[in-house]
């Protein structure tokens, strides 16, 4: 597999929960960092010997961390917390904070989870380990130096599942407002309202990535060229823009291509030939 060639997502492949979570973790241009919060689907024990796991030089790493997720739920740790540290931005400029939790499903473990941006450098993320390690969490393996951080889960054991997020308000106050944003239900919202644009966008771009990404941008979803886990569609592309023409029964055709020579509507961004924008006319 060619890395550099790894996107995001791709609309003909992933699902509208998995295009929606990646607009909210690589969200471009919003310094709040509660906007990009994602929530994960179920994600089955099998699929971890099914997945692609050469994405990044983490990734060996990533997949040793699945596994002791789903050892640490089987040894009864309902409530999990996985530090994935940034780097100094070799892979990944920022962390990720993930909160995990494993049950067993129809026929086998699965786990589900929220995801936050951690602005923690690894000696940060090292520190906030072995302190959750005093606070009763349990590793599989030992977490002796930063980067054993990043492949051994902190597990829990708490009675009520649905109190986790005062289990994280004890354990982690550092991260209140998130909490706080968590518990009020917000990061449902966005991941709601992202469904949604991300629907609308996918009818329209008709499997193309690349109008899609444009479309997605106009409705203010923009998205970062570059990340721990890929690359955008838009990147390489840059003198791409979205064209409207009207179509022979006079509907607005809406498509994706070279706008050299093209004029462009500063009203709506889109890019036309003729004398008016056929969509502000
Ligand atoms: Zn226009």
């Keep these: 597999m060619n890395l550099e060639n790894k996107k995001f997502y791709d609309i003909n492949q992933n699902s509208l929960s998995e295009i929606a979570g990646a607009f909210l973790e690589e969200r471009a241009n919003d310094l709040d960092l509660r906007n990009r919060i994602n929530i994960s689907d179920l994600y089955v024990e099998s699929k971890i010997e099914k997945d692609n796991w050469e994405y990044n030089k983490h990734s060996e790493a990533e997949k040793e961390a699945t596994i002791n997720v789903f050892d640490l739920g089987k040894k009864g740790y309902n409530l999990i917390v996985w530090i994935s540290p940034d780097d100094g931005g070799n892979v990944y400029k920022e962390g990720r904070l993930n909160i995990e939790f494993p049950v067993f499903?129809?026929?086998?473990?699965?786990?589900?989870?929220?995801?936050?941006?951690?602005?923690?450098?690894?000696?940060?993320?090292?520190?906030?380990?072995?302190?959750?390690?005093?606070?009763?969490?349990?590793?599989?393996?030992?977490?002796?130096?930063?980067?054993?951080?990043?492949?051994?889960?902190?597990?829990?054991?708490?009675?009520?599942?649905?109190?986790?997020?005062?289990?994280?308000?004890?354990?982690?106050p550092e991260f209140m407002e998130i909490w706080d944003f968590i518990e009020e239900g917000k990061d449902t919202e966005n991941k709601i309202k992202m469904e949604k644009d991300v629907r609308m966008a996918m009818e329209r771009a008709d499997g193309d990535n690349y109008l899609f990404e444009s479309l997605m941008a106009r409705m203010g979803n923009e998205i970062n060229t570059e990340g721990g886990h890929g690359s955008s569609w838009g990147s390489e592309n840059n003198r791409m823009g979205i064209i409207v023409s009207v179509g022979i029964n006079g509907e607005l055709v809406y498509g994706l291509g070279n706008v050299d020579g093209l004029k462009h509507c500063e009203k709506c961004d889109c890019y036309y030939s003729g004398d008016k924008c056929p969509l502000c006319k």
């Design 105 to 172: 499903g129809k026929n086998e473990w699965v786990v589900y989870g929220r995801h936050v941006p951690l602005l923690c450098d690894e000696n940060e993320s090292f520190e906030l380990a072995k302190r959750l390690l005093k606070n009763n969490g349990k590793s599989i393996g030992s977490i002796n130096n930063k980067e054993s951080v990043r492949q051994q889960p902190i597990g829990f054991r708490i009675e009520e599942i649905d109190d986790w997020i005062y289990e994280c308000k004890k354990i982690m």
